[in-house]
Every structure is written in structure tokens, then in C-alpha cells.
Nanobody, 124 residues
Framework: HVQLVESGGGSVQAGGPLRLSCAAS????????MGWFRQAPGKEREGVAC???????MYSDSVKGRFTISKDNAMNTLYLQMNNLKPEDTAMYYC???????????????????WGQGTQVTVS
């Protein structure tokens, strides 16, 4: 049974940092590909960043240079370091994992099989 549990969300002033964590159980973070997604009210869920088992990362244009995705294989945890946060970053943030590895990086939500419950990030 796969469980992904996000933490680290909260309220922060514009320009500030936050670090999200996603603890995995029943799934090994180094096995396939994981990603961070977000969904604001009234908007579709969008990919923010992903990282493959090869360590190759991908970012959306809106967060490139401000967010960093990483994973700690020993802790079996995925992270998202968010710097210089903007009000438009306000959303529910989810981590997700793919059941099988694909060589081509993807941030399409439909490509991910396992999802956490989300953690709210509010930037004012």
C-alpha cells in the first residue's frame, strides 16, 4: 500500500521561503519518477517539478530558478525547496509518484499513479 504524506506548507510573505517534504511508504523514491504539483482554486492541477530515478529534474517555467526538487533516498523522502515565493504560488501542493519508470520526463498529472493528500501554501 503506497502512502505519500506531504508536510511543510503554511503561510508566508512574498519573497520568503518554504520547504515541502513528502514522506513515502510502500514506495521507494529512487525507483521511478516523482513530482510536485499544485492546484489553485478554480484552476487545473499543474506540474511544478519532477525528478527521475536518474536524478534528472524538470521545472515549469513559472518556478524555474526559484524552486528546487530533491530527494533523500535514505530517508525515502521527496523535497521541494521554494524560494522567492510569489502570491501566484498560492495553491494546494501535492507530491506524486509513477508506478513505472519512463525515460522521458513528464509533469502531466495523468502520468502519475500515486498521490498525497496535499499541503496548503499561501503567499501574501
Amino acid at each position: 500500500h503506497v502512502q505519500l504524506v506531504e508536510s511543510g506548507g503554511g503561510s508566508v510573505q512574498a519573497g520568503g521561503p518554504l520547504r515541502l517534504s513528502c514522506a513515502a511508504s510502500g514506495y521507494t523514491v529512487s525507483s521511478t519518477r516523482m513530482g510536485w504539483f499544485r492546484q489553485a482554486p478554480g484552476k487545473e492541477r499543474e506540474g511544478v517539478a519532477c525528478i527521475g530515478r536518474d536524478g534528472i529534474t524538470m521545472y515549469s517555467d513559472s518556478v524555474k530558478g526559484r524552486f528546487t526538487i530533491s530527494k533523500d533516498n535514505a530517508m525515502n523522502t521527496l523535497y521541494l525547496q521554494m524560494n522567492n515565493l510569489k502570491p501566484e504560488d498560492t495553491a494546494m501542493y501535492y507530491c506524486a509518484a509513477m508506478r513505472e519508470y519512463t525515460r522521458t520526463p513528464t509533469m502531466r498529472p495523468a502520468d502519475f499513479d500515486y498521490w498525497g493528500q496535499g499541503t496548503q501554501v499561501t503567499v501574501s
